[in-house]
Antibody, heavy 122, light 105 residues
């Protein structure tokens, strides 16, 4: 079964750090671009970051650039999000999502994890 | 920037429902649609503006090019009450619309 499972969420104080993980199974992880998407309480979806299969191309939303770092370990079929200098507005469910598509036009997030909750509060 | 309208709508089972997504500048047909139910992860419905994702019922369809796009549900079913999001993948910084909540009338 194709699956993504996030972990590492929790309660952290403002200014603190947290590292999220996403374990992939059921597909050849090393051939797919991966993304992090978050959703604040009662809010819509916000794309956070992406990286290609080889970690050569990495992008961040302006809201997290300079504070978050996305990475992957293809030998462990895992995606990571290191979050530093956390703020109250980073409170959200964080989803990892696989990006697929035979061409750039067809790229879409076809597989999502169940999400992990991050709460930033004193 | 992606702008969806309406933000919410009330409809009855069997109704035809149309949701609009507008891009601030042309994105060709690099546009996807997702469905999200409460407490669940989003689900891909439509990619490349009009291509139906495998396993998605044919009552869902998408159209548009450039800056204006639509998601249509031809006959609303009870399981379709959810929030729908558009997303552009033309630019490397992916962005979502703010969502459209489809509620039961």
């Amino acid at each position: 079964e194709v699956q993504l499972v996030e972990s590492g969420g929790g309660l952290v104080k403002p200014g603190g750090s947290l590292r999220l993980s996403c374990a992939a199974s059921g597909f050849t992880f090393s051939t797919y671009s991966m993304n992090w998407v978050r959703q604040g309480p009662g809010k819509g979806l916000e794309w956070v970051s992406s990286l290609d299969y080889s970690s050569s191309y990495i992008y961040y939303a302006d809201s997290v650039k300079g504070r978050f770092t996305i990475s992957r370990d293809n030998t462990k079929n895992s995606l990571y999000l290191q979050m530093n200098s956390l703020r109250a507005e980073d409170t959200a469910i964080y989803y990892c999502a696989r990006e697929t598509g035979d061409s750039a036009m067809e790229n879409a997030f076809d597989i999502w994890g169940q999400g992990t909750m991050v709460t930033v509060s004193s | 920037q992606m702008t969806q309208s309406p933000s919410s709508l009330s409809a009855s089972v069997g109704d035809r429902v149309t949701i609009t997504c507008r891009a601030s500048r042309s994105i060709s047909n690099y546009l996807n649609w997702y469905q999200q139910k409460p407490g669940k992860a989003p689900k891909l419905l439509i990619y490349a503006a009009s291509s139906l994702q495998s396993g998605v019922p044919s009552r869902f369809s998408g159209s548009g090019f450039g800056t204006d796009f639509t998601l249509t549900i031809s006959s609303l079913q009870p399981e379709d009450f959810a929030t729908y999001y558009c997303q552009q993948n033309y630019h490397t910084l992916r962005t979502f619309g703010q969502g459209t909540k489809v509620e039961i009338k």
